[in-house]
């Protein structure tokens, strides 16, 4: 039905700037929402930032408010995660979901849909 693929992870040093981008291919539905999430090793798969898709209110890890920001483009049926200012703990696995509920669920088990994962690393 639907896939999603992330890009844009690489390796940059702390201080640095990336953009995540989350492209979903065939037929979508405006009533989801779009989550972020990332996964260290020997961690937890933790929630990051969440994106309504019919109403574009957004949500925030308190680890990553006001360093990243998430978006969405409807024409391209894309979200992005702009980061800034990365830190070491923010090396880690990407990964974009989707639901279908209303609300920015924070747990991973409440997402229907998810891509690939992208790598981020960042180095002192």
């Known amino acids: 039905q639907v896939q999603l693929v992330e890009s844009g992870g690489g390796s940059v040093q702390a201080g640095a700037s990336l953009r995540l981008s989350c492209a979903a291919s065939g037929r979508t539905s405006s009533s989801y929402t779009m989550g972020w999430f990332r996964q260290a090793p020997g961690k937890e798969r933790e929630f990051v930032a969440g994106?309504?898709?019919?109403?574009?209110?957004?949500a925030y890890a308190n680890s990553v408010q006001g360093r990243f920001t998430i978006s969405r483009d409807s024409a391209k049926n894309t979200a992005y995660l702009q980061m800034n200012s990365l830190k070491l703990e923010d090396t880690a696995v990407y990964y974009c979901g989707a639901t279908g509920r209303r609300y920015i669920p924070l747990r991973q088990y409440d997402y229907e849909l998810w891509g690939q994962g992208t790598q981020v690393t960042v180095s002192s």
């Open positions: 994106i309504s898709w019919s109403t574009g209110s957004t």
